[in-house]
């Protein structure tokens, strides 16, 4: 009996995802049965947080050389091979600069806590709080100063590379070359779009804008968007931290159970938030009424889904791939990217709503959601058990129990089963999308040509297994295609057992969102 139950369990949820969940109610658990404490007082901490960002660091530098074996290995007969070459030793450079982003900070973290770098900024912090007459009385006040000073130094010491990432995330102009094609093409092929056609900005124009863009613009819009980031964390997430580590400040039982169920409604709240923050980096505007929003509500009626609302964004303004997605938590509406509608036709979209009702259907988002607010649970309860330990204190160089500088301290070591959880949430989050495309294709949608309408014409490259379940949220799109290929199997197979069924429905066309792939054309590797 309990075999079968788990069996069909397996077969609704998909293996990896009730694995998962066993795993997280195991968590719970044990952090309500279990007295961990006596093994954290004889804790060597410091040798124990440096060994754990050590495991991590060669576990990324091996995935990288196996990627990058794999990127050399890579042969397309029918392709040019000059420009092969020249787009892999563009990939290669993408993943050293990778490497050399990772190395630099593993450095400079292992020097940080060596020196006891952190050890000076708060006896700085202290010093200046004692000047102007605060003592320790005013613990709250001057633990979130430290917090925010050690946020500025990270802010400063990662912005050169987050500039850079941004800038060669920005299409080329080989690029907005087939971008304007394609988009000719497919307006060619609607005749809904015909009347836009004259309206096109001419290839080399385009150019000479995104040039300008390139050059400029794109300085000041990083700029731009990390003071608005710091504004938001300013108002929004100062507050929250402080009634945060005001509760970690307070001694009283299960403290940390309390402190889950804050953060979990928290969580619950800013859900449906994000498009008031959202609004502050993108423009948002409702889908006009077209042939295209016709459709979505039709395809919605006839999948039963709860339509609140059809929203374009000027996704194009920062990234050069598509996408679409559900917005809201309680409310449920649909965001396409500008160049999504650009790129693609009126049935491919209608392809990708069709995955994304899927996920609404099977309630990936709550489920996801669900399995974060257990991680993040499984961080506080960590954190309760040592904040308070002095030894955790002394084994870093500092001489007194102070609830900021511990929220630092474990942090730096958190951040290596972060890591590790971060590709248990992959393994669940690829189930998912499996799930979103089945979903799909057996509601008449044709996922196949749909991904590869949004990947773009090019060569794409199958990467390197462990590093794509390691690094990739989504399947890549070589993966999806041969997943797509075994769900029409199975679907035939089970069609032609059954002769009394009805025919499926003819296929439209359907999309995804997954940019987890390495396209030569479009010289990305995300």
């Known amino acids: 009996m309990v075999s079968k139950s788990l069996s069909n369990l397996l077969n609704k949820y998909g293996s990896v995802t009730v694995v998962v969940y066993i795993w997280c109610i195991g968590i719970v658990i044990a952090m309500v049965v ?71 900070g593993f450095i400079i973290e292992c020097l940080v806590l060596y020196f006891g770098v952190l050890v000076g900024i708060y006896n700085i912090n202290d010093y200046i709080w004692f000047y102007f007459g605060f003592n320790r009385t005013y613990e709250i ?156 509500s039709e395809l919605s009626r006839k999948l039963n889904f709860p339509l609140h609302e059809i929203y374009t964004m000027d996704g194009s303004k920062r990234v050069s791939h598509s996408n679409a997605f559900l917005m809201g938590f309680w409310t449920s509406s649909f965001v396409l990217y500008d160049n999504l509608i650009k790129q693609l036709t009126t049935q491919e979209i209608l392809a990708i709503i069709g995955h994304e009702i899927g996920h609404h259907k099977f309630m990936h988002n709550m489920k996801h959601l669900l399995i974060q607010l257990v991680f993040v649970g499984n961080f506080i309860y960590l954190f309760s058990s040592v904040v308070n330990l002095q030894v955790f204190y002394v084994g870093f160089g500092f001489d007194r129990v102070d609830v900021s500088v511990g929220l630092v301290l474990f942090s730096y070591l958190y951040s290596t ?49 462990f590093f794509s379940l390691y690094y990739y949220s989504h399947p890549t799109l070589m993966e999806r295609l041969e997943s797509i290929n075994l769900i029409k199997k199975s679907l035939s197979s089970s069609l032609s057992s059954s002769s009394s069924s009805p025919p499926p429905p003819p296929p439209t066309n359907n999309n995804d969102n997954d940019n987890d792939n390495i396209n030569i054309n479009n010289k990305k590797l995300d």
């Open 417 to 465: 089963f972060a890591n590790l959880l971060r590709f248990v949430t992959n393994l669940i989050r690829r189930e998912f999308e499996y799930a979103a495309d089945a979903y799909a294709i057996e509601n008449g949608l044709e996922m196949k040509k749909a991904l590869v309408s949004m990947h773009g014409k090019g060569v794409y490259i199958k990467p390197d297994r």
């Open 34 to 104: 279990f007295n961990i404490q006596p093994l954290l007082e004889i804790m060597p901490w410091f040798k124990f947080t440096i060994g754990c960002n050590m495991f991590i660091f060669f576990l990324e530098l091996y995935l990288d050389i196996r990627q990058s074996f794999t990127i050399r290995a890579f042969n397309y007969p029918n392709s040019n091979y000059h420009e092969i070459k020249y787009h892999i030793q563009n990939i290669l450079g993408l993943i050293n600069f990778s490497r050399t982003e990772s190395t630099i």
């Open 141 to 296: 006040t001057r633990g979130m100063a430290y917090l925010l000073e050690i946020s500025l130094i990270s802010s400063l010491v990662r912005l050169p590379f987050e500039m850079y990432r941004i800038y060669i995330d920005q299409p080329s102009n080989e690029d907005n070359n087939n971008n304007n094609n394609n988009n000719n093409n497919n307006n060619n092929n609607n005749n809904n779009n015909n009347n836009n056609n004259n309206n096109k900005t001419p290839a080399g124009e385009t150019n000479k804008t995104y040039d300008k863009f390139k050059n400029k613009d794109w300085i000041k819009q990083i700029i731009w968007d990390q003071i608005k980031m710091f504004l938001i964390s300013l108002f929004v997430g100062l507050p929250l931290l402080t009634i945060t580590l005001s509760m970690f400040y307070w001694q009283y039982p299960y403290q940390w159970f309390t402190i889950v169920i804050f953060v979990s409604i928290v969580a619950l709240f800013f859900s449906d938030l994000y498009p008031s923050i959202a609004y502050l980096f993108n423009n948002f505007s409702v889908l006009e009424d077209c042939q295209l929003r016709n459709e979505i």
